[in-house]
């Protein structure tokens, strides 16, 4: 089975820009998770989305925004660049099975530089 | 709220030595779940090893093993036979039921030829 995969694989924005971000998750596998990977800050949840659904939310402001498609795709969105929004974003995939304990798989991940 | 705490920022092991990279967690879920993923430096993350916390024995897999320690909320990951390609970023990292991964600061595990 491919992994989980993500485009682009380096993105570089000004501030006061937008950029979309994409993830395929592995076949057959319903949800995809987001997370935000910096230096200061580590690893950090964004959102979980599940058939098409926002499951789950981490403390990011509303200028990060995701959505789901029907085949499972996922797309998140960030509005209004910052500096402090440079960093390493991964997408993960899972079953989603109910309790939602499964193993993610991560992607290689979103390398956004925001100048 | 959960937290992972891994407070051991860097690691040193000669090849072919075991080392053990300690973790501990708190949560207030009674079902959950640890790992341990590996991050190097393509920054692909790599799941290394699981562990459910309703079972007893502690994961294995091949060279990787845990220490589970439930009632301590400890969870610590021994690499076994230490190979150059084990070089890399580790991070504990816990769920519940709410799907979100926690992660632990991460320790970075070099090694020595």
């Known amino acids: 089975k491919a992994g989980v995969t993500q485009t682009p694989r380096y993105l570089i924005k000004t501030r006061g820009q937008q950029v979309t971000l994409s993830c395929s998750p592995i076949s057959g596998h319903r949800s995809v998770s987001w997370y935000q990977q910096t230096p200061g800050q580590g690893l950090q949840f964004l959102f979980e989305y599940f058939s098409e659904t926002q499951r789950n939310k981490g403390n990011f402001p509303g200028r990060f925004s995701g959505r789901q498609f029907s085949n499972s795709r996922s797309e998140m969105n960030v509005s209004t660049l910052e500096l402090g929004d440079s960093a390493l974003y991964l997408c993960a995939s899972s079953l989603g099975s109910v309790g939602n304990t499964d193993t993610q798989y991560f992607g290689p991940g979103t390398r956004l530089t925001v100048l | 709220a959960q937290t992972v705490t891994q407070s051991q920022p860097e690691m040193s092991v000669q090849e072919a030595e075991t080392v053990t990279l300690s973790c501990t967690y708190d949560?207030?879920?009674?079902?959950?779940?640890l790992f341990w993923y590996k991050q190097p430096p393509s920054r692909q993350m790599i799941l290394v090893i699981r562990q459910e916390a309703y079972k007893q024995q502690n994961a294995t897999e091949n060279r990787f093993s845990v220490n589970f320690q439930k009632a301590a909320k400890s969870f610590s990951l021994k690499i076994s036979d230490s190979q150059l390609g084990d070089a890399a970023m580790y991070f504990c990292a816990l769920t519940g039921a709410n799907s979100k991964l926690t992660f632990g600061k991460g320790i970075t595990l070099s090694v020595r030829p």
């Open positions: 949560t207030s879920e009674s079902d959950y779940y």
